[in-house]
């Protein structure tokens, strides 16, 4: 890890969230929209051992399709300024290790497909596709995406509340894959 620059810090920062909400329901919605942004400031005189800035913001969106059935989209970045490696981005689609694959910034979108089947069970299926970049280049580089596509069940456990079970299998690239158990649905 020190041949690369990938040791541990000490963090101390300061920043600001604005967040919009107005899905119908948090834990399993069905309609509605978030944003959520921030920053964060990280500064050696606030006691920690780097000073570099970290910025993110998340977009979110439920529609209804079909019957009962809902797509969620995300479109989600992380930009870094001034951040050593143990502080870059990485792609965060299911089917990758988180922490694998770094680079200053990153961005993707994911779509997320829920179809309500009997009872309280569903099928669930969803792709994406994430980029890992450095400052003053793009994702038209193939070498900097990272796609990902995978399907699974779902189970509502208590439909009031919203509260839901996923197991699901997701595939990226080369030999990135993973079988997920999770509660929740995703874009949380």
């Known amino acids: 890890a020190n041949q690369v620059g990938l040791t541990g810090f000490d963090s101390t920062g300061i920043g600001l969230t604005l967040e919009f909400d107005n899905r119908d329901n948090i834990r399993n919605p069905t309609q509605g929209n978030r944003f959520f942004a921030n920053n964060i400031a990280y500064r050696e005189g606030l006691g920690g ?11 979110t969106t439920y529609i209804p399709v079909l019957q009962r059935s809902v797509l969620g989209i995300q ?49 669930v299926a969803f792709t994406g596709i994430g980029c890992l970049y450095k400052a003053g280049s793009d994702c038209s580089d193939g070498n900097n995406l990272y796609p990902s596509v995978g399907a699974g069940v779902s189970y509502v456990l208590k439909p009031k509340a919203g509260i839901v079970v996923r197991a699901e299998y ?6 990135n894959g993973a079988f997920y158990l999770r509660m929740g649905n995703p874009f949380r």
């Open 49 to 59: 051992d780097e000073s570099f800035d970290v910025y993110r913001a998340d977009y």
């Open 170 to 175: 997701a595939k990226g690239e080369a030999d």
């Open 75 to 123: 479109v989600k970045g992380r930009w870094t300024d001034d951040a050593p490696p143990a502080g870059f981005s990485s792609v965060e689609l299911r089917g990758y290790t988180f922490g694998n694959y770094l680079d200053e910034h990153y961005s993707h979108i994911d779509f997320d497909l829920r179809v309500p089947l009997r009872k309280n069970w569903g099928v």
